[in-house]
């Protein structure tokens, strides 16, 4: 496991984006599942800043989870991706491959574990990712893995139907099989309110199996957490 911290939240987006790139310099093409969330939002604003100019006709885009809501809803992680990166970019649209959260929850879930079979290369007899970025929530959830259904982590389908424990939201999540078997997996965790999820899982305490972001362990070993110095505050 490899351990970025930076100072700020800013500094983990820029201290991502040099790694981000950097792996894309030894691909022709680079398959990336992206997460919603805080940090992601920051790391979208500077590349669509700053990265003009990468080839983005390399990049493939497409979705760790998904909230079952329109894309036009304030709620999607796609809406969040096009408005802070998509739209500023200039990418290919058979590029960008996201999950249809308007679609019946169950339907979508088999329709992409579907694209992700035919679009993605396989190894060891599941799709493989380049690069899976993940968020962790204040509970410790991954990708749409909540704690309460942490079983859907062991899911035989590649995606999953998964609900919010509190406002009882539908999502389309990627489960643990697809996740564990990515060349590359980055976690970008930012934030106080992930500090305790954080030393639980980094110092292996008490329960800390029950947080389904600590079951990452990617079979390529090539894990690497990206944390700010609130978020990292209890690591030892
Ligand atoms: O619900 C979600 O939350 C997680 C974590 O987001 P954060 O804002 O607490 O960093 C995110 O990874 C996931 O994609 C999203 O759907």
């Given at each position: 496991?490899?351990?970025?911290t930076?100072?700020?939240?800013?500094?983990v987006?820029?201290?991502?984006?040099?790694?981000?790139?950097d792996?894309?310099?030894?691909?022709?093409?680079?398959?990336?599942?992206?997460?919603?969330?805080s940090?992601?939002?920051?790391?979208f604003?500077e590349l669509?800043e700053?990265?003009?100019?990468?080839?983005?006709?390399?990049?493939?885009?497409?979705?760790?989870d998904?909230r079952?809501?329109?894309?036009?809803d304030?709620?999607?992680?796609?809406?969040?991706?096009?408005?802070?990166?998509?739209?500023?970019?200039?990418?290919?649209?058979?590029?960008i491959?996201?999950?249809?959260?308007?679609?019946a929850?169950?339907?979508?879930?088999e329709?992409?574990?579907?694209?992700?079979e035919?679009?993605?290369?396989?190894?060891?007899?599941?799709?493989?990712?380049?690069?899976?970025?993940?968020?962790?929530?204040?509970?410790?959830?991954?990708?749409?893995?909540?704690?309460?259904?942490?079983?859907?982590?062991?899911?035989?389908?590649?995606?999953?139907?998964?609900?919010?424990p509190?406002?009882?939201?539908?999502?389309?999540?990627?489960?643990?099989?697809?996740?564990?078997?990515?060349?590359?997996?980055?976690?970008l965790?930012?934030?106080?309110s992930?500090?305790?999820?954080?030393?639980?899982?980094?110092?292996?305490?008490?329960?800390?199996?029950?947080?389904?972001?600590s079951?990452?362990?990617?079979?390529?070993?090539?894990l690497?957490?990206?944390?700010?110095?609130?978020?990292?505050?209890?690591v030892?």
């Amino acid at each position: 496991m490899n351990l970025h911290t930076s100072d700020t939240k800013k500094g983990v987006a820029e201290n991502f984006i040099t790694f981000l790139i950097d792996l894309s310099k030894t691909k022709d093409t680079i398959t990336i599942a992206l997460s919603g969330g805080s940090t992601p939002k920051i790391v979208f604003d500077e590349l669509a800043e700053k990265y003009q100019d990468l080839d983005w006709s390399k990049f493939h885009f497409y979705w760790g989870d998904e909230r079952c809501v329109p894309p036009t809803d304030g709620d999607s992680n796609y809406k969040m991706t096009v408005d802070h990166l998509l739209s500023k970019i200039n990418i290919p649209l058979e590029n960008i491959h996201r999950i249809k959260g308007e679609n019946a929850p169950k339907e979508e879930a088999e329709r992409y574990s579907n694209v992700l079979e035919t679009q993605l290369a396989i190894e060891n007899g599941v799709p493989q990712f380049d690069l899976i970025i993940l968020g962790m929530g204040d509970d410790g959830h991954t990708a749409s893995i909540f704690p309460h259904e942490i079983e859907l982590w062991n899911a035989t389908h590649w995606c999953e139907v998964a609900t919010h424990p509190d406002s009882g939201q539908k999502r389309v999540s990627i489960t643990g099989a697809i996740i564990n078997n990515a060349k590359t997996v980055a976690f970008l965790v930012t934030g106080d309110s992930k500090k305790e999820k954080v030393k639980t899982i980094f110092n292996h305490e008490d329960s800390y199996l029950q947080y389904p972001a600590s079951l990452v362990a990617p079979t390529s070993k090539d894990l690497h957490w990206f944390l700010d110095a609130s978020a990292a505050a209890g690591v030892e």
